[in-house]
């Protein structure tokens, strides 16, 4: 044990290039998917919350039922997708990060619109009245009510980007695990785990865990700056 947390640290403190590559890969395509998810499902929850539609119970079920989505079940639908007989099997996107982006963007978005639809129900329980007294469109409501609650909102990133990060199924489905080309930290560690190279799987893992905490540590710091700011 002592040896391997000797390995360990040695290759972090020389930055190995193995991990480095591994972990930018990671983040990369980690925060291109929660990027999507943000581009999407924050209008839509924030829609489905202020609209009164038929089947609007129906959505809002879907989209608490699609926050528990198993990867794995995305990652073998994506594979059907994309596999050469599958209907964007021309596009050559399977093993490859894009693919994976996808793969996260999909477990993403209905995590992010669910807990956005929740954030502006919230919200419009104490500026929509005031708000349908102004006649405003569902959609300006929406947009309003979204910047009220822009900061509970970063809480919504952060936990779409623990999803995205710490995934492992549906981008080891998708992306295949590929040396230097699709393998990520957490398709990594499962992989160096099992071959027996305990200080690469440690070393990845530290660095898993320093992400998530030095991406909450500094949105933190934001989000009370602002709110000193703007109030």
């Known amino acids: 044990m002592s040896q391997t947390l000797q390995e360990t640290f040695s290759r972090l403190w020389t930055l190995d290039q193995d991990v480095l590559a591994i972990a930018w890969l990671s983040l990369r395509v980690s925060l291109m998917a929660v990027g999507i998810g943000l ?9 489905v919350a202020v609209a009164r539609f038929p089947g609007r119970g129906v959505i809002v079920g879907l989209l608490n039922t699609f926050m528990g989505l198993p990867p794995v079940i995305v990652g073998l639908i994506l594979y059907l997708a994309l596999s050469r007989s599958g209907p964007l099997g021309s596009l050559g996107l399977l093993f490859t990060p894009t693919a994976m982006v996808a793969a996260q963007a999909v477990l993403a978005t209905p995590l992010v619109a669910a807990l956005t639809r929740q954030v502006v129900a919230d919200a419009e329980t104490h500026l929509g009245e005031q708000l349908r007294s102004l006649r405003l469109p569902a959609l300006r409501r929406a947009g309003v009510l ?7 909102l970063v809480t919504v990133a952060l936990a779409a980007f623990g999803r995205a990060i710490s995934e492992i199924g549906a981008v080891l489905v998708v992306g295949g695990n590929i040396d230097g080309h699709t393998r990520t930290m957490t398709t990594a560690i499962s992989l160096e785990t099992q071959k027996g190279d305990l200080s690469l799987a440690l070393a990845l893992g530290l660095v898993l865990m320093g992400l998530v905490l030095s991406v909450n540590a500094a949105v933190a710091v934001l989000r009370g700056h602002a709110v000193r700011a703007y109030g």
Do not use: E, T
């Open 39 to 47: 581009l999407v499902g924050i209008p839509l929850g924030a829609l």
């Open 146 to 152: 979204i910047y009220d609650g822009r900061f509970s």
